[in-house]
């Protein structure tokens, strides 16, 4: 639950490497919502007995619990925890997050995203296809990018800086194009980004707007001033500007941008496919953290969940790189970008 982590070595007790913390991958194991058979596809062996005693000794026996009982009080803790976390990037900024759509990737969010979106009311989550590698397949095909900044402390009202400002953003451009043209870019495929970090004076935060593709003059000063009130209501509520204060431009900031060929990392069927209902593979024995019971609950194989596949939660797909779990209360369905969508029952967007 952090804030240590047991890392790859020992790891998990479960895997038997001299672990004797026991971890989030421990008490999932002990609740049944992972198959200790199926671990990464049965590559990797786990055992449930080692994860029942490395919970008993440092959780159950010192809070007087049973090792299911703890077990579901590490999972709350970690949805709870997971949930906070999203919220500074949602509420704090003045953003409702029961608005959104919850994009849930990696080896074990999919085990937990259905359980953080109740505790924020995010109404669905996908969970796209090779979820543990999604963010290097992201990485594979995007493009390759360099930001170079430099602190000014510029009053707009000082308009006599302005070309002492236009100075340092060339030579800020002229370093990055260099840069990037030892990675291998042509000058063809580089392209250019300006901003700037802006905040009223006397504060100490700031909010970043892109910048004119182009030298600063005078006559933009007041469209600068402008759009940073804008976006400083949008972000912190009508009414918040302080319009008697000056604006002050901190930093200017240059990303230079090396244009490579774009991959999808999604599959996709041309059109969305018939619903069906597939034929689980199995059942398993779990405790509902949320519910407090224990389930059978049915086991479908990712193979078998092709586009326009529908399962009720709960329920849980073996996707060989992690585990996708549907609470109670969700339904599951498969997009023809072959991502697992799940959505709250009675929610519709």
């Known amino acids: 639950m952090g804030p240590h982590s047991a890392s790859s070595t020992p790891g998990p007790a479960a895997l038997g490497r001299g672990g004797?913390?026991?971890?989030?991958?421990?008490?999932?194991?002990?609740?049944?919502?992972?198959?200790?058979?199926?671990?990464?596809?049965?590559?990797?062996?786990?055992?449930?007995?080692?994860?029942?005693?490395?919970?008993?000794?440092?959780?159950?026996?010192?809070?007087?619990?049973d090792v299911t009982a703890s077990a579901s009080g590490i999972h709350d803790i970690v949805v709870a925890n997971m949930a906070n976390a999203v919220r500074p990037v949602s509420v704090g900024p003045g953003l409702d997050p029961r608005s959104f759509v919850f994009v849930?990737?990696?080896?074990?969010?999919?085990?937990?995203?259905?359980?953080?979106?109740?505790?924020?009311?995010?109404?669905?989550v996908v969970i796209p296809e090779n979820s543990s590698a999604f963010s290097a397949l992201g990485l594979h095909g995007a493009d390759f990018l360099l930001k170079s900044d430099r602190t000014v402390g510029w009053p707009l009202a000082d308009t006599g800086r302005i070309a002492e400002i236009n100075a340092t953003v060339d030579a800020l451009a002229e370093e990055a194009r260099s840069a990037i043209r030892s990675e291998g870019f042509a000058d063809s495929d580089i392209g250019f980004r300006r901003s700037a970090d802006l905040r009223f004076q006397g504060q100490i935060f700031?909010?970043?707007?892109?910048?004119p593709d182009r030298p600063l003059t005078v006559e933009d000063l007041p469209?600068?001033?402008?759009?940073?009130?804008?976006?400083?209501?949008?972000?912190?509520?009508?009414g918040t500007v302080w319009r008697g204060a000056g604006v002050l431009m901190l930093n200017v900031s240059v990303?230079?941008?090396?244009?490579?060929?774009?991959?999808?990392?999604?599959?996709?069927?041309e059109a969305e496919a018939e619903p069906f209902a597939p034929e689980p593979v199995a059942t398993r024995t779990v405790h509902l953290p949320m519910t407090g019971q224990q389930a059978q609950v049915p086991?479908?194989?990712?193979?078998?969940?092709?586009?326009?596949?529908?399962?009720?939660?709960?329920?849980?797909?073996?996707?060989?790189?992690?585990?996708?779990?549907?609470?109670?209360?969700?339904?599951?369905?498969?997009?023809?970008?072959?991502?697992?969508v799940l959505s709250r029952e009675g929610v519709t967007r």
């Open 20 to 65: 004797t913390d026991p971890t989030v991958t421990d008490a999932l194991l002990i609740l049944g919502l992972i198959d200790p058979a199926n671990y990464l596809g049965g590559r990797q062996s786990i055992d449930p007995a080692l994860a029942r005693a490395a919970v008993t000794e440092k959780v159950a026996d010192t809070l007087g619990w």
């Open 104 to 124: 849930a990737y990696g080896g074990t969010l999919p085990l937990l995203a259905g359980q953080i979106a109740d505790r924020l009311d995010i109404p669905e």
């Open 255 to 269: 990303t230079v941008v090396g244009r490579r060929e774009h991959r999808s990392p999604f599959r996709e069927q």
């Open 223 to 238: 469209g600068i001033a402008a759009d940073f009130h804008a976006l400083y209501e949008e972000t912190y509520g009508a």
């Open 206 to 211: 700031e909010l970043s707007l892109p910048l």
């Open 299 to 340: 086991v479908y194989s990712a193979a078998d969940l092709t586009p326009g596949a529908r399962a009720q939660g709960p329920e849980i797909v073996d996707e060989g790189d992690t585990t996708i779990f549907t609470p109670p209360g969700h339904g599951l369905r498969r997009d023809r970008f072959f991502n697992y």
